[in-house]
Every structure is written in C-alpha cells, then in structure tokens.
C-alpha cells in the first residue's frame, strides 16, 4: 500500500533529474526510472539507518493558475515542483519522506507543499501557509506550504505526520 506524498516547490529553474540523482546517491540507491530505496539517511541530516525503504520521485504538474495562487501566497512563483512518494505507510516512512523534503527544500530555497491539512502548529517558527484552492465537487479546500524552518520544526513535533 502506498504512503504519504509531497512536493518541494523552488523559485529556482533547474534539472530536476540532477538534484534527484544527488539524492539518492546520499541515500540510497535507484531502482527504476523513477523509484529508488533508503538505507540511510544520515547523510541528508535524518537518522534513519536500516532496511531498504521504497521510494518514488516525480515531477508533478500545476496548472498556471494554481502556481500563481502558490506564487500569491508564498511570494515567489515556482519555477520547479518536485514530488515524492513513500511506497509504505509506516511512522518511518512519514519520517523519511519529511527528511528527504527538507533536504531538497533547503537546497532550492524552496517550500514543502504537504498536499493536503495536518494539525501543524501555527505558532512553529517560519512560515506556515494556507493554499486555497475548488475541488472538483464544488467546495474550498486548502492544503499547507511550509518553509524550511517551519517544516524542520515540524519533523521535530510530537504530532509529526506527512500527508497520506
């Protein structure tokens, strides 16, 4: 069963293949075009060392009008949307997916976008911010972007979760 998900949105326009190929070299290994596995994650200030857990990256599209309702709300307008996706749903995989997002967010000054709500304390340091946006049954939704010091104070909340 797949686990949670997220994105890193960046000011920055770069090949995303590159950055990712980085990634998994630090830790782990690919396994497929768009999977690869982590034994470690040390190595990108995480603490998780054990078993192969399954991973998938991928480059998710936005439409121009929800990357300019991004661009409103976070002050930049994102050039680049990088996702991620645990293929397991344990506590684990939540932390590691968080790991591997700060440590590409904090190198493309960019945002995690948690792709849905989760109760993250409002008065963590950093920017924590609502993305309104129709769903496709008529009514408002939002989803939560955080900054890199927002979402590191997060990885290290009691309640920490990713979005699944």
């Known amino acids: 069963m797949a686990g949670p998900t997220c994105s ?6 770069f090949a995303p293949e590159q950055l990712v190929a980085e ?24 603490s998780y060392e054990g078993d192969g857990r399954p991973f ?9 009008a929800e990357m300019s309702l991004i661009g409103d709300v976070c002050g930049f307008l994102p050039a680049q949307n990088i996702g991620l996706g645990a293929m397991c749903n344990q506590a684990i995989d939540h932390r590691i997916l968080g790991d591997l997002a700060l440590w590409i967010a904090e190198r493309l000054a960019g945002v995690v976008d948690l792709g849905g709500t989760l109760p993250v304390p409002h008065d963590s340091p950093g920017r924590v ?5 129709d769903t496709e049954a008529g009514w408002q939704s939002e989803y939560v972007v955080m900054d890199s010091t927002a979402f590191r104070s ?10 699944k």
Do not use: C, Q
Request: hydrophobic fraction near 45%.
């Open 129 to 133: 911010l609502s993305v309104p946006y």
């Open 56 to 64: 998938i990256w991928f480059v998710e599209p936005k439409s121009s």
């Open 154 to 163: 997060w990885l290290s909340h009691s309640s920490f979760a990713m979005v």
């Open 23 to 46: 990634l998994i070299a630090l830790v782990g290994s690919a396994d497929g075009r768009s999977g690869f596995v982590v034994r470690d994650t040390r190595t990108v200030g995480g």
């Open 8 to 13: 890193v949105l960046s000011p920055m326009n």
